[in-house]
């Protein structure tokens, strides 16, 4: 079966413009995750859905960033006004809710690079 | 404040021979925990994981061993092979929700032939 995928695999902007980010789960997970990965660090949460509710977005850093899940699969991460400082892996993970253990699977990510 | 700690960034183990990564954390509220395996250019691998009831976990040639009154724990891979040269992360989280992992900075494993 699909991972996880997600797209762009390589997103350049400019500084000021506004991107979105797009992850599709494995089949059947209703738990999905948003983390983002800054160069020589380990992931760092960002948000995460159960179904098409954002259940946590607490690691959301600024206004500046929102995500959806309007149909309890596809996710969109939309980051406005761009900066420098937003330059990371942006990874997307998913999990099936009711299990036990929280195993995530993740996809390959997206990075994201401002001029 | 740092709640998942690797403090070696990288490590170095002839083929063969046994590689030791280490994580502590500092939340005692975490009680799940998991280690990822990345390679460049792709995302984290599930390797392993251990509940916080258990004080070790082995799957094949990887054993977690879990040392709750240090908070702290490792991932034994046992023998190295040459395939598993890739950085590896100690994440940890709570039960019984879909919750957020969080991760340590990652230990670089390079097994040498």
């Known amino acids: 079966g699909a991972g996880v995928s997600q797209t762009p695999s390589n997103k350049v902007t400019e500084k000021g413009k506004y991107v979105e980010l797009r992850c599709d789960p494995i089949s059947g997970h209703t738990a999905l995750y948003w983390y983002r990965q800054s160069l020589g660090q380990g992931p760092e949460f960002l948000i995460y859905f159960q179904g098409t509710g954002a259940a946590d977005d607490s690691g959301l850093p600024n206004d500046r960033f929102f995500a959806v899940r309007p149909e309890g699969s596809v996710s969109t991460l939309k980051i406005q006004r761009t900066e420098r400082g937003d330059s990371a892996v942006y990874l997307c993970a998913s999990s099936l809710m009711g299990l036990e253990y929280n195993e995530q699977f993740f996809g390959p990510g997206t990075r994201l690079t401002v001029l | 404040d740092q709640q998942v700690k690797q403090n070696s960034p990288s490590l170095s183990v002839q083929e063969g021979r046994i590689s030791i990564l280490n994580c502590d954390y500092t939340n005692s509220m975490f009680d799940y925990f998991l280690w990822y395996k990345k390679y460049p250019a792709e995302g984290p691998t599930f390797l392993i994981s251990i509940s916080s009831i258990k004080d070790k976990n082995e799957d094949g040639r990887f054993t977690v061993f879990l040392n709750k009154s240090a908070k702290h724990l490792s991932l034994h891979i046992v023998p190295s092979q040459p395939g598993d040269s890739a950085v590896y992360f100690c994440?940890?989280?709570?039960?019984?929700?879909?919750?957020?992992?969080?991760f340590g900075t990652g230990t670089r494993l390079q097994v040498t032939l």
């Open positions: 994440a940890a989280s709570r039960t019984g929700t879909a919750s957020k992992l969080t």
